[in-house]
Structure formats: C-alpha cells, structure tokens
C-alpha cells in the first residue's frame, strides 16, 4: 500500500464521522428554513397590522377552556389506550395519559415525530412488553382516528356546500379504514391459530420478521371483540370533539364568526397538516393548511392567518407546560428520554414498572373470551 493511500483512508473516515454527527443539526436547520419560507409567503399574502390587531385584542378568558379541551382530548385518548392493551396487560389510564402527553410534548420538541419514539421506549420500559405489540396499538389508535375524521367530513359534507371539495378525502378515509380494520381482525385472528402464519421459515431474517408479524397480531387483538371496537371508535370521537372545543375556544377568543361545524373541519385539516413531519412540529404547513381552509369558507386572509397562529400556539403551549410534569410523575430523566441510558436497571423491570404504575400483568387472552 502506498504512502497516500494510508492518509486517505482516516481522512475518510472523519469526514464520515463528522457527517453522521452533523446531520441531525443540517436537518433541523432545513426544516426550520422550509417553516420560515411558508410563514413568509402567508404573511406576505395577509395584512400585518390586522393580524397584529387582532392578536392584542384577543379575549383572554376563553384560553383556560382552550388549555383543559386540548388535554381532556388525551385523556380519551388514554381511555381508548388502554382497551388496545387490555388483552396484552392491565395498564392505568393516568400512566397512558402522562406517556401520550410526553409523547406530543416531544413531537413538538423533537424532530421527525420523536414522541411516537418516546412512547415506545417508556412503555417498553416499563410494562416488558415487545416493540412490536406496543406499535400495533399505535396503529389501532391511527386507525380509529380515522372514524372520528370521517365522522366529521360526512357531517361538513351534509351541512356545508362549501366542504364539498372534501369529499374525496371522505372516500379515501373510508377505504383505509374498511381495509385496515379487515386486516387488523384477520392478522389478529391468524397470530393466535395453529400452525403459525409463515409456518417455521427457514433463516435467521425470515424467523425475525415472522416472529415480528405473529407478535404485531398479538397487539390487535382489541380489534376480535366488537364491544372493544365500539368503545374505541367513540372514546376517539370525544377525544377529537374536544380538540374542536380548543379551536372554537381560539375563534371565540379572536371574535372569528364561522358556523360551529367548522371547527370539525379544522380537527382534520389541522392533523393531516402535522401528520408528515416536514417541518418541526408542522410550523408553517398547520397555518398555511387551517388559514386555507377558513378561506374556502369565507374567512378573511388576515383573519385566518390569525386564527391559525393563535390555535398552533395554543395547541402546543398545554404541552410544553404538562410535557415535564408528565417525565416526573413517570420518573423520566433526559437520558430516558433521549435514549441514552439502555438496559440493566430496576426500571427495565417489568415487575418494578407494576409497582410505580398500578400496572399488573394479565394472561393474554382472545377478544372472543
């Protein structure tokens, strides 16, 4: 080997190195640059001073309803948590509640949607169940969102000429969903039967997905039992129902005067904006999308730009204040949370977890039982 070559291998090596280090800050950096230009053409677009105006002339009584509506929404989410779980382990709803709120609280933080980490990590932690199964109930959860989405388009559609442009969402969200519970009861049903799903594959890799596959069925179990799915489908519905109280608290507070049925458009415009993580946590495609939607109803821009400002920081702000007590009543450091402590403590335990969170184990059962 020659003399240069021995030189250019390190070389290579620490620009590799310093690329991998550096690459979460360049990301960060372009989605807080894509944020900016978004928010830059819409208020470009609007009136400075009267969005301006319409921020310092807000009423300030209505933000305590908007604060306990955006976390009375996680609580339902808990709730439907919790049923997702119950063939898998006896979970509290208080310790669901404190991991769904870090989780957002970290969506808003973190980049790329980390929280959705968060809660996986935390409850892996603490409940010995397998990654896989908790993912399965994140699914469920995305799944019955849906019903609630639906719910509220075919409502707007009936009583809104001007939600008409909706419509096709309603098919698109009907189809998931028709397609997504049939195979959530298919797998569930096929990851308990004899002989297994792929029968005994040969080769490491095959085993691991096939292992992987039968464990996802054991978190869908919840989807056997049509008692299980009709309380989900309206525990999802209240949870999003109260996420609409919070914007009709913003429009109240900014005097926005829009039919109340709105607001349910709002829900689902609002989550399918911040659901792909283009920008931290949706700065700039949440107000872009809401202030949009007002238009089509006959909102004023500047009223909208308004409007969707305000919700986006209401929104956000019950979290960033409950997002830290929720790491210490679940006794969370950062390096829990950041994924820097792994393994080998009492806290991995699944028996140390039953005694901090009242969890306690229950044989897995059929949803049919």
């Excluded at 989780?103 to 980049?111: D, F, M, S, T």
């Excluded at 926005?256 to 946590?281: C, G, N």
């Excluded at 009543?329 to 403590?345: E, P, Q, T």
């Excluded at 806290?347 to 039953?354: F, G, I, N, R, Y």
């Amino acid at each position: 080997m020659e003399y240069g070559e021995e030189i250019a291998r390190p070389v290579v090596a620490v620009s590799a190195s310093q690329w991998r280090r550096s690459f979460p800050y360049l990301r960060s950096l372009v989605q807080l640059a894509i944020a900016a230009v978004l928010l830059g053409a819409l208020l470009w677009r609007v009136d400075l001073g009267a969005v301006r105006d319409d921020l310092a002339d807000a009423t300030l009584w209505w933000l305590p309803l908007a604060f306990v509506a955006n976390l009375a929404s996680d609580w339902f989410r808990a709730i439907r948590w919790q049923q997702f779980f119950v063939p898998l382990k006896r979970l509290s709803v208080p310790f669901l509640f404190g991991t769904a709120v870090l989780g957002v609280a970290c969506n808003i933080a973190l980049p790329l949607r980390a929280g959705e980490v968060v809660r996986v990590q935390v409850l892996r932690r603490r409940t010995g169940l397998r990654v896989s199964e908790i993912v399965a109930t994140l699914l469920s959860e995305k799944l019955m969102d849906i019903v609630a989405f639906s719910s509220f388009i075919v409502l707007g559609l009936v009583i809104y000429e001007e939600a008409r442009f909706m419509w096709p969402l309603a098919i698109a969200y009907g189809g998931v969903l028709g397609a997504g519970i049939y195979g959530a009861r298919w797998l569930a049903r096929r990851s308990r039967e004899e002989p297994p799903l792929f029968g005994q594959p040969e080769g490491r890799w095959r085993a691991w997905i096939a292992t992987e596959v039968r464990s996802i069925g054991h978190g869908l179990q919840s989807f056997r039992s049509a008692r299980t799915l009709g309380l989900v489908s309206v525990a999802s519905i209240c949870a999003w129902l109260c996420e609409a109280v919070l914007y009709y608290a913003c429009g109240q507070a900014l005097g926005l005067d829009v039919p109340v049925v709105v607001y349910l458009l709002v829900v689902v415009t609002a989550t399918i904006a911040v659901s792909v993580p283009v920008t931290q946590a949706g700065l700039g495609v949440f107000e872009l999308a809401i202030t949009g939607l007002l238009v089509a109803f006959g909102v004023g821009e500047s009223e909208a730009a308004t409007f969707s400002i305000f919700s986006h920081v209401m929104l956000a702000l019950p979290y960033i204040c409950s997002g830290p007590i929720a790491a210490i009543a679940l006794r969370l450091s950062i390096s829990d949370i950041l994924f820097l402590r792994v393994g080998g403590n009492a806290q991995t335990e699944p028996e140390a977890a039953e005694a901090r969170t009242g969890t306690s184990g229950l044989p897995v059962r059929s949803a049919d039982d």
